[in-house]
């Protein structure tokens, strides 16, 4: 299983950003597959997953701003991130084997991260 995220940066407030994830090595096309993300300190916290039929689950901290969506031709995984916020700042990770949403973010095979930092 191969993971690699590719898209973050530093933004201002209000800003937007693209990641992606591209994905080898495994089903993609079968798999569930989700956006965790982590800051300095804390664990990994849950920001969105999407299921093979193209269903989503966008967790709360980021609800109306983060949107993720998937090409199954491709074997590319994506999350935009609309207005983003400093709270936002984090490392982002892509994750697949992934058994459910829950309180802590754990998956079976993580890409390495991405950093994205929202600062004025």
């Known amino acids: 299983v191969q993971l690699v995220e590719s898209g973050g940066g530093l933004v201002q407030p209000g800003e937007s950003l693209r990641l992606s994830c591209a994905a080898s090595?495994?089903?993609?096309?079968?798999?569930?597959m989700g956006w965790a993300r982590q800051v300095p300190g804390k664990g990994l916290e849950w920001v969105a997953g999407?299921?093979?039929?193209?269903?989503?689950y966008i967790g709360e901290a980021v609800k109306g701003r983060f949107s993720i969506s998937r090409d199954n031709a491709k074997n590319m995984m994506y999350l935009q991130m609309n207005n983003l916020k400093p709270e936002d700042t984090a490392v982002y990770y892509c994750a697949t084997e992934i058994l459910a949403f829950g309180k802590v973010a754990t998956a079976g095979s993580w890409g390495q991260g991405t950093q994205v930092t929202v600062s004025s």
């Open positions: 999407v299921w093979p039929d193209g269903s989503w």
């Open positions: 090595g495994f089903t993609f096309s079968t798999s569930v």
